[in-house]
Every structure is written in C-alpha cells, then in structure tokens.
C-alpha cells in the first residue's frame, strides 16, 4: 500500500495552521516539493517512491531544468527529504512530533543529551560591526595572530566565525552568499537575487 503525495502537502498545510513552522520555510519547502512532484509520473505519486529515488527524480529535474545550478537542485532535494521524513514521524505519532518540534524550535537540547559546561575563549571588545547586519559581535584571538573569531547572537545560540584580521567587503559577500544556504527557509530561486540587495548591487564585491 502506498501513501499519496497529497498527504504530505495536506500536512504542510496543517503545520502552516497551527504555527509549527514559520511562513518562510513552509513555502520553502512546498515549492521544492512541487518541482519535484510535477515530473513524477503518476504511478510514482507516492511517499514511498519519492523516499526511495530522490537521487533519480534530482537528475530527472535536473536534466530537464538544465539552466538549473546542481546546488539548487540539490537543495530542492534537501528540502523534500526534510517534508518526507517530518512527514513519517508526524503520521506515526502527532504528539510525538509536535514535542519533537517544539523542542528544536525553542532550541532546547534533547531530554538524553550529556549536559557539558561551556568553555569559552577569553574575548577582546570587537571593532564596530555595520549596523545594517543587524548584530552585535564580540572578537577574540586565535592562536594564529592574523585570524580572530567572531561570535554573533542568532535566535537559539550563537554563531561563530573565524576570519582573517585583513577581512574585506569582498570576503563579506562571499560568507553571506555562501551562508544563505544553509537558513531553513532558503529559496534558491529567490533569496540569491533579493537577499542583501546593497551587497548584490556593489560591483567591486565581486567573488573572486
């Protein structure tokens, strides 16, 4: 018996009305499932199928997508394994799930984690930070006198960077090019040409 792929875009639809999930990964990821579901023949509609030849359905869209980069393809791919997985575990157990999610989302660690005490590198005051990224950063020494890491507060932590003490503009719009990619609700097809549109417009910020 198979499940059709109606289930997991209802589900969707569900985690969108209750707030399991924000506005922007939601449409992320209902995108990325219709691309994939729209070249699927229709004895291959199914949750079972698309579990087990996502790598034949990313070379099918591929193939007739050809102005397509792998690496959307890829995250297209990324994004409805997500949906089919949080899928199988919301149909299994609802409640089950909805904990499971709500934990992430507040950032909590698992009820089994080993619990370890931070340890954190001694820090210097940061050189001011554009206030267009809208952060407040914090830099230290590394044991190599020309790079410093950077700590930024994000939603549930801190993210944490090391760069070169000659870091650039340059160097700016590759790190935020390349770290678009791993938000949640990043849109290959959207985010690339509207996200940091200053940065996009400076033509000597070209990656080299």
């Known amino acids: 018996m198979t499940t059709s792929l109606d289930e997991p875009m209802e589900f969707l639809g569900i985690v969108a009305s209750r707030g399991s999930w924000n506005d922007n990964t939601i449409q992320a990821r209902r995108t990325a499932c219709n691309k994939f579901f729209d070249i699927l023949e229709e004895g291959e509609k199914n949750v079972e199928y698309v579990h087990e030849n996502l790598d034949v359905i990313k070379a099918r869209y ?3 997508n050809k102005e397509m980069a ?8 990324r994004r409805v394994k997500l949906v ?3 899928f199988t575990e919301w149909k299994a157990d609802r409640s089950a799930w909805e904990k499971k999610n709500a934990a992430k989302q507040n950032g909590r660690p698992a009820a089994d984690a080993e619990k370890k005490p931070k340890v954190k590198a001694e820090k210097v005051k940061a050189e001011p930070v554009n206030s267009t990224l809208n952060a407040q950063a914090s830099g230290g020494f590394t044991a190599d006198p ?5 700590e930024f507060p994000v939603r549930n932590g801190e993210a944490r960077i090391t760069i070169p003490r000659d870091f650039t503009m340059a160097d ?3 790190i935020a090019w390349g770290l678009m990619t791993y938000a949640s609700d990043f849109d290959p097809e959207v985010s690339t040409r509207e996200s940091f549109p200053l940065l996009a417009q400076r033509n000597d910020l070209h990656t080299q």
């Open 146 to 150: 020309s790079l410093r890491t950077i």
């Open 70 to 77: 792998g690496a959307t393809v890829d995250e297209y791919g």
């Open 62 to 64: 591929l193939n007739l």
């Open 84 to 86: 089919m997985d949080e």
């Open 172 to 174: 700016v719009k590759k």
